[in-house]
């Protein structure tokens, strides 16, 4: 038995509070938000165990826990001091106060969260903004009867169980499974970051008047999504403040960006779960949704399927609270990630939402930030962009990289960007051998694919892709061996533990790997290396050492992609479908300076309902027939794998689109063979990548969407 455990050479480990691309986002904009001078707060939870720590046994992938909290971590201050009381279950009852009637809420469990703050200090300004993350302790509050009535032992479990809610990350945010913790999660960030937020506006202010001139609140995806209802029961119940006012407040304060395609994809609350954890919460989204449904009702008529769909709640067999509906009906604007994800948000996922209020939808493409994705991962290619460019400037103000344009075909510049890129992958393919023991070519192109495993993310299509490569370098004599350009294949990511299918193509990567990179008839014509545990370190090592990287989605199905972006700022080739923002990336650096390959996000509901009867190249009938018979092992294994691709069952279309990712991939060895051409694309993607900077995203955000504006420190 083998078994892949190591670590990286950074002494700081990752703070893997986040499961992809969503959490990821975030962490680029606070940097962008600091930077820029945006007077911004951002919530979240202190988890003390991150996303797992993703080991390789036999080419299986297994999950441990990550503690990442061993060692301290040195960059955050415990508040002792700041600390709510978060309520869960119970029953509402009511009050009479001055006369009228209010609703009070009487919980059945309290739990105190704890800030822990984590400044993100802005580059070159003072700015430094907070990210306050919050820890579940027992409440204050003693379980005095317990004790009273000698059941001691119990009644300090019971209070030790409060630290379970901020113990562990779900390790998938996409398959949404009614589970009570989760929900506990959500409101108990939501609940405490709430209450913080309404505690500092009131140690300045005596009512609310001014509260939306002072105030915006970001619902990234639909997790928070609670705080609406939160912040219209503290405002109602507690304040007084009146229905009418309180909800002119919440829909003035509110903005939400959704961050998905798939409807499926988009979280429900079953109502009996909401209504025993949150029970005053549930009262209120009925009466929002009362008032919604009137509304409808007007503007509609009797359109019963209409509103069915648009209602907040959804009924039959289990009975659920939709998020993304609640959210769209009570926030002022609804964000997109990308243009292309607009126009499906538009015309598919929230059409009817679209009808209503067209002018509540709008995008603001994702971006990254060059201060980590290349200033701090790419020491040496941030150099010799501030020397050609002449300044250092680009790292403020990332139009700047468009300069380097006038450059790409310079040859000094060549030269030098090509010496970057070879230091880098030096770098990598010292951290592929300890790893791996594989001892890679560094005249080999490496071509990467890292990010989360999906099959809509179709990392198998890669996998087929280097079958088939490999078949063709057995069969080619010595001149046309002689013609192959080295590759070296890197894939990484890692699956959620429950998602079967995610972690066969971990495997099926490893079963291929092991025959490949043992061929001595192959040699260094082709590796494939699967880098485990991949997170954020691991990709600041990989993009800087890449040359070509792939994003080949089902189009249609990636909201936007941020990985591509950091892979473009670092000078690697895109190989990718015209999906999410590969689309605006397309209309930077132009479809010359990238391979493009598959279906049009327009083309894919007709490929989907050909069915059995797409055409499929023999060459993808071939690869799949090899992996089914059993060429790479585990025959019974990967047969629910090639159930996937075949016999009509393909959605995610690897069949329709395997010829052209063949031509693609034809084009890049090509492209290759010629290092000048290869380098003055490669130079062309980095100075087009300056609309993908996170620093555009926010200021877009910031002047469409929050209002606000820069706010320089005076000190
Ligand atoms: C991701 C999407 O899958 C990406 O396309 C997108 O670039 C990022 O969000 C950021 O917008 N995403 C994720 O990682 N987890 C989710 N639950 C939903 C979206």
């Given at each position: 038995m083998s078994c892949l455990v190591f670590s990286l050479p950074f002494k700081e480990g990752d703070a893997a509070l986040g499961n992809g691309g969503l959490a990821r986002l975030s962490a680029c904009q606070m940097d962008s938000l600091a930077t820029l001078d945006f007077p911004a707060w951002?919530?979240?939870?202190?988890?003390?165990?991150?996303?797992?720590?993703?080991?390789?046994?036999?080419?299986?992938?297994?999950?441990?826990?990550?503690?990442?909290?061993?060692?301290?971590?040195?960059?955050?201050?415990?508040?002792?001091?700041?600390s709510y009381a978060v309520k869960f279950y119970g029953t509402v009852?009511?009050?009479?106060?001055?006369?009228?009637?209010y609703k009070v809420w009487i919980p059945g469990e309290t739990v105190e969260a704890v800030a822990y703050d984590n400044p993100i200090p802005g580059y070159g300004t003072r700015n430094a903004i907070n990210l306050r993350l919050w820890a579940a302790k027992p409440s204050g509050q003693y379980d005095l009867e317990s004790y009273n009535t000698g059941d001691y032992i119990n009644a300090v479990v019971n209070r030790q169980k409060a630290e379970i809610i901020s113990n562990v990350l779900y390790p998938d945010d996409r398959s949404y499974q009614g589970k009570e913790l989760r929900l506990k999660q959500q409101y108990f960030f939501v609940s405490a970051s709430i209450q913080d937020i309404?505690?500092?506006?009131?140690?300045?202010?005596?009512?609310?008047?001014?509260?939306?001139?002072?105030?915006?609140?970001?619902?990234?995806?639909?997790?928070?999504?609670?705080?609406?209802?939160?912040?219209?029961?503290?405002?109602?119940d507690e304040e007084h403040l009146g229905w009418d006012k309180a909800w002119d407040i919440v829909c003035k304060i509110f903005s939400f960006t959704t961050h998905t395609v798939q409807p499926e994809g988009l979280e429900k609350i079953p109502v009996d779960l909401m209504g025993s954890l949150l029970p005053r919460h549930l009262q209120i989204?009925?009466?929002?949704?009362?008032?919604?449904?009137?509304?409808?009702?007007?503007?509609?008529?009797?359109?019963?399927?209409?509103?069915?769909?648009?209602?907040?709640?959804?009924?039959?067999?289990?009975?659920?609270?939709?998020?993304?509906?609640?959210?769209i009906v009570c926030c002022h604007k609804v964000n997109g990630v990308s243009r292309v994800h607009f126009e499906l948000l538009?015309?598919?996922?929230?059409?009817?939402?679209?009808?209503?209020?067209?002018?509540?939808?709008?995008?603001?493409?994702?971006?990254v930030t060059q201060r980590r994705w290349i200033v701090v991962s790419n020491p040496s290619l941030c150099a010799v962009i501030s020397k050609w460019l002449g300044t250092e400037a680009w790292v403020r103000n990332i139009?700047?990289?468009?300069?380097?344009?006038?450059?790409?075909?310079?040859?000094?510049?060549?030269?030098?960007?090509?010496?970057?890129?070879?230091?880098?992958?030096?770098?990598?393919?010292?951290?592929?051998?300890?790893?791996?023991?594989?001892?890679?070519?560094?005249?080999?192109?490496?071509?990467?694919?890292?990010?989360?495993?999906?099959?809509?993310?179709r990392q198998l299509l890669n996998v087929l892709g280097i079958i088939h490569r490999y078949d063709c370098i057995k069969?080619?004599?010595e001149s046309d061996r002689r013609k192959v350009v080295p590759r070296v294949c890197i894939i990484g990511g890692k699956a959620a533990p429950g998602y079967e299918i995610a972690k066969k193509i971990i495997k099926l990567c490893h079963a291929v790997a092991e025959k490949v990179n043992n061929d001595p008839g192959v040699g260094d014509l082709l590796k494939l290396i699967f880098i485990p545990d991949y997170n954020v370190s691991v990709a600041e090592l990989v993009i800087p050492g890449s040359d070509l990287s792939q994003h080949v989605s089902t189009a249609g199905h990636e909201a936007s992609g941020t990985g591509s972006m950091k892979f473009l700022m670092n000078g690697c080739l895109l190989l990718a479908t015209a999906d999410g923002s590969t689309v605006e990336i397309i209309e930077e650096i132009g479809a010359d300076n990238m391979f493009l390959l598959g279906a049009r996000v327009s083309e894919v509901p007709a490929l989907r309902d050909q069915g059995a009867s797409v055409r499929v190249p023999l060459q993808f009938v071939r690869v799949v027939r090899m992996v089914r018979d059993g060429y790479f092992g585990f025959k019974d294994?990967?047969?629910?794998?090639?159930?996937?691709?075949?016999?009509?069952?393909?959605?995610?279309?690897?069949?329709?689109?395997?010829?052209?990712?063949?031509?693609?991939?034809?084009?890049?060895?090509?492209?290759?063979?010629?290092?000048?051409?290869?380098?003055?694309?490669?130079?062309l993607s980095t100075s087009g990548s300056g609309r993908f900077s996170s620093d555009r995203t926010i200021e877009e955000y910031a002047e469409q969407t929050w209002g606000i504006e820069p706010c320089k420190c005076p000190f």
């Open positions: 951002g919530y979240g939870l202190r988890y003390q165990y991150g996303l797992f720590r993703q080991i390789i046994v036999d080419g299986f992938q297994h999950e441990q826990p990550d503690y990442w909290l061993n060692f301290g971590n040195p960059w955050e201050i415990e508040r002792v001091q700041v009852e009511e009050e009479v106060s001055n006369g009228s009637n309404i505690r500092r506006f009131k140690d300045v202010h005596d009512n609310f008047d001014e509260f939306t001139e002072k105030i915006a609140l970001q619902i990234n995806d639909t997790h928070p999504s609670l705080a609406i209802i939160e912040v219209m029961r503290v405002l109602f989204i009925y009466d929002i949704n009362y008032k919604f449904m009137e509304e409808l009702k007007k503007k509609f008529g009797q359109d019963y399927s209409r509103h069915a769909r648009m209602s907040i709640v959804e009924e039959g067999a289990v009975k659920s609270i939709r998020m993304a509906n609640l959210s538009k015309t598919r996922v929230f059409k009817d939402f679209y009808d209503l209020w067209p002018l509540k939808f709008q995008y603001k493409t994702n971006g139009d700047l990289l468009a300069g380097l344009r006038d450059y790409a075909s310079d040859a000094d510049l060549q030269q030098e960007w090509r010496m970057v890129k070879k230091i880098n992958k030096m770098r990598l393919a010292e951290y592929i051998e300890t790893l791996s023991g594989v001892k890679v070519s560094l005249d080999a192109m490496f071509d990467v694919q890292i990010k989360r495993i999906h099959e809509y993310k069969s080619m004599n294994y990967f047969e629910s794998l090639c159930d996937t691709v075949e016999n009509g069952k393909d959605f995610y279309l690897l069949g329709a689109d395997f010829a052209s990712y063949l031509e693609a991939q034809a084009a890049a060895d090509l492209a290759f063979v010629n290092q000048e051409k290869w380098t003055r694309m490669s130079i």
